[in-house]
């Protein structure tokens, strides 16, 4: 079974730059892909940056040039880079997983979701 564990969450200033972390037990079978979700307040949980199993990256207008998803295999770690935060990046951040296939960027398909970890931009 797999379990996927946020980190790193806090409140930061307008500015800052802030480094999520996503951990991973379990098994994900090949071909899987890790994505990096978030959901602000009375608005629908939007996805932002994607990674597959090769270490192909994707990301929504939105962050491109702000925020960096990457991989450490050995530690099983997935992590979000985000630079340059604003007021607008507040939310709830959420790492999520689709396995045998697909892209993690359509929420409906993701198989194992994380259960969040709060950023506030001040």
């Known amino acids: 079974h797999v379990q996927l564990v946020e980190s790193g969450g806090g409140s930061k200033q307008a500015g800052d730059s802030l480094r999520l972390s996503c951990t991973v037990s379990g098994y994900m079978h090949i071909p899987y892909c890790v994505g990096w979700y978030r959901q602000c307040p009375g608005k629908e949980r939007e996805g932002l940056a994607f990674?597959?199993?090769?270490?192909?990256?994707t990301y929504v207008d939105s962050v491109k040039g702000r925020f960096t998803i990457s991989q450490d295999n050995k530690a099983n770690t997935f992590y979000l880079q985000m630079n340059k935060l604003t007021p607008e990046d507040t939310a709830m951040y959420y790492c999520?997983?689709?396995?045998?296939?697909?892209?993690?960027?359509?929420?409906?398909?993701?198989?194992?979701w994380g259960q969040g970890t709060q950023v506030t931009v001040s």
């Open positions: 990674i597959d199993n090769d270490g192909g990256t």
């Open positions: 999520a997983a689709e396995i045998w296939g697909g892209t993690c960027q359509r929420s409906e398909k993701i198989n194992f």
